[in-house]
């Protein structure tokens, strides 16, 4: 079959009238050995051979906004509409930041794109008539400040009785992408990534049950990386990551278990379920090849989100059925984890009615449909295979230009990553405007708004109420305690000691988010944006 | 073109900044995590013709009133203000009360936002 180049995947990858036999031919897929059963090495086809027979993918639903006092009913409401993805928690952008809601630039900010949390009196908060044992699992996008939020939620076990093995605390802990496409970054790229790996190397010791970071290339797909990149680069900082943590002691051979990888699914219906194959595949041979990791420890945990890039704020209601097939799209793939936008996303953050409506199409899906009742039930088809060869292909190619520049650090450092990110999102949006990529209700099948959706509504009193909290919180400490404690986050900044112990005092003696991260930014310095003649 | 308050995702600024660029205009892109007093003085110190702001984060009232003030204590208030970004119906008016001159929303034109940043920019030489 001779590939029609005119008509290609969201990757550019080419796409024939279609598929058969010949085509896995010319690609070199062997289908009577390129396909071994899930369970097995390359693990394309899965990590288990039972699939979700023995067990659903978890339908995580993030949630987050105000205070901790709101956080928590959103997540009481959602953990008794059946949500099984425990507590994730969204940030908002002053504690991802690591700023103190009452700095300067925390202004009209606090509580807004995620909850608010100040210090270890917040967490307190957040969790209250939370059972972390029966919930199994939180989560939060903490990266910048991932070693704060490590040493909240182990405290806060020390501290309420809990056994850390009851429950999984999972941190998103990857800085590298934020200088990339997300931007919370505040310190030098390398103090950021010696941060990360302290973290995952204390948790290995401390809390192996836990995932101490989730390598995410959702927000450079969201930035503008095509699926195929989006893989790409994910891996080449989940290899950064792994060879810092080797340099520290810490083998990917023991730490594997424990490792996530975190992606977001767009509406190439087929390129996704095939990215996750391919993922699945490559993460395995760097492993294997790179790392030395036997087989039977190779198994990562593969998380999915829907995408919220092409939710649209016209005819908003059309979202769920976008979110349906991306979910759909994602289960394909054999995801562990999934977590699903709601409808008014584009709009604001979500409604609780929206955010169950994306909690029942998972349930919808994993019921009602079958599609739950076979492993990889797309594997064999010669458009999926041929995609996944594809895709494989890309991210082997990627890896070796990486390689070439240096690795993942030595890219971000020359803009590597952040100008193909640009470049794509710039095409898409000329496809857009030219009608060349069709978007309906709102460059196609556009009509005209006659009804307000109702929206999610920031209640303002939420800043004074945070406010209230940190300075009540400020005046218990014992001054002392809090200012040798700060030293000490310096001194191990300053050593080549890991930094946890002393972030995990600092946040026993009270110190706040913003003071701890002061401490940081004494050491290290800050990350510089700069004025740019575009 | 700037990108007020702590909101990191700035895939529409550079997005529309290159835009502006290929329609032949001069931009400056001051990056993320700008205060409007940042802003005002940027604008000052490059005698810009525009002031395009990214705003995701909800805060584009408050962002706008701050940025507003600025120019004003700096004299700059007829430098115009154009604001793209998940920005309500319901807050258009204020904004527009406060000097922004033109607002895009999610699923905007980049052809449009280019035109209307070409005609503003037009009448404040003129």
């Not at chain 1, 699939?51 to 953990?79: H, I, K």
Request: proline letters at 4%; glycine letters at 8%; charged letters at 25%.
């Amino acid at each position: 079959m001779t590939d029609d180049t005119t008509i290609t995947t969201t990757s550019d990858l080419p796409i024939a009238a279609y598929h058969d036999s010949t085509t896995l031919d010319e690609l070199g897929v062997d289908e009577d050995r390129g396909f071994p059963p899930p369970g097995t090495y390359p693990f394309t086809r899965g990590f288990r051979e039972e699939g979700y027979r023995t067990g659903f993918w978890d339908w995580e639903m993030y949630a987050g906004f105000g205070s901790a006092e709101n956080a928590n009913e959103r997540y009481r409401f959602l953990l008794e509409n059946g949500a099984t993805g425990g507590v994730s928690v969204a940030l908002d952008l002053p504690t991802q930041i690591g700023l103190d809601s009452d700095h300067p630039l925390a202004q009209d900010e606090v509580g807004l794109a995620g909850v608010a949390l100040d210090s270890f009196s917040d967490i307190e908060r957040l969790f209250s008539g939370v059972d972390l044992g029966q919930a199994g699992h939180v989560f939060s996008t903490a990266n910048a400040i991932g070693p704060i939020m490590y040493a909240w939620v182990l405290h806060y076990c020390h501290t309420h009785d809990v056994d850390p093995a009851t429950f999984r605390l999972q941190i998103q802990n990857d800085p590298i992408k934020e200088y990339i496409a997300r931007g919370t970054q505040f310190l030098p790229v390398q103090a950021a990534v010696r941060l990360a790996t302290d973290v995952m190397a204390y948790s290995h010791e401390h809390t192996p049950t836990w995932l101490p970071v989730s390598v995410s290339g959702s927000h450079m797909k969201q930035a503008g990386a095509s699926p195929a990149e989006e893989a790409a680069f994910t891996l080449a900082n989940a290899t950064a990551y792994m060879e810092q943590l080797e340099a520290k002691g810490v083998k990917l051979a023991d730490f594997n278990p424990t490792l996530e990888i975190h992606f977001c699914t767009d509406m190439d219906f087929f390129e996704e379920v095939a990215k996750y194959r391919a993922v699945r595949r490559a993460w395995s041979e760097i492993g294997r090849e790179r790392f030395g990791v036997p087989d039977e420890r190779l198994p990562f945990r593969l998380h999915a989100a829907t995408s919220g890039l092409p939710l649209t704020a016209q005819q908003p209601l059309n979202n769920i059925a976008r979110i349906t097939l991306q979910a759909l799209a994602q289960v394909l793939g054999g995801c562990e984890a999934t977590r699903t936008a709601s409808y008014d996303e584009a709009l604001a953050i979500p409604r609780e009615e929206a955010a169950v409506v994306s909690l029942r199409i998972n349930q919808i899906i994993a019921h009602e449909t079958g599609i739950a009742k076979t492993t990889d039930p797309l594997g064999g088809s010669y458009y999926v295979e041929a995609l996944t060869k594809r895709i494989h292909q890309v991210i082997q190619d990627e890896l070796e230009r990486i390689g070439e520049l240096g690795g993942a650090l030595a890219a971000v450092e020359a803009g590597y990553f952040q100008e193909r990110l640009a470049r794509r999102a710039y095409e898409d949006q000329r496809a857009l405007d030219t009608g060349e990529r069709i978007v309906v209700g709102v460059n196609a099948y556009v009509q005209e708004e006659t009804v307000s959706h109702p929206r999610f509504a920031v209640d303002p009193a939420w800043e004074a109420e945070q406010l209230s909290h940190l300075r009540a919180h400020r005046e218990g400490r014992n001054e002392a305690e809090l200012r040798s404690a700060l030293a000490g986050v310096r001194d191990a900044c300053a050593s080549t000691d890991n930094v946890v112990p002393s972030v995990l005092a600092a946040v026993a003696a009270g110190a706040t988010i913003g003071e701890i991260c002061h401490a940081w930014r004494e050491v290290f310095g800050e990350f510089e944006q700069q004025w740019a003649q575009v | 073109m700037a990108k007020p308050g702590l909101d990191g995702h700035e895939r529409g600024a550079k997005v529309v900044a290159r835009g502006l660029r290929d329609a032949g205009m001069e931009v400056i892109y001051t990056g993320i995590r700008q205060t409007p007093e940042s802003i005002a003085a940027a604008a000052l110190q490059e005698d810009l013709d525009a002031i395009c702001l990214s705003i995701l984060s909800g805060a584009h009232l408050s962002i706008c009133r701050r940025l507003a003030d600025a120019m004003a204590e700096m004299g700059i208030e007829d430098i115009p203000v154009v604001v793209g970004g998940i920005i309500p119906e319901d807050d258009t008016e204020e904004l527009r009360r406060l000097g922004v001159r033109a607002i895009f929303g999610p699923g905007s034109n980049l052809d449009d936002i280019v035109a209307a940043v070409q005609e503003i920019v037009g009448g404040a030489d003129a």
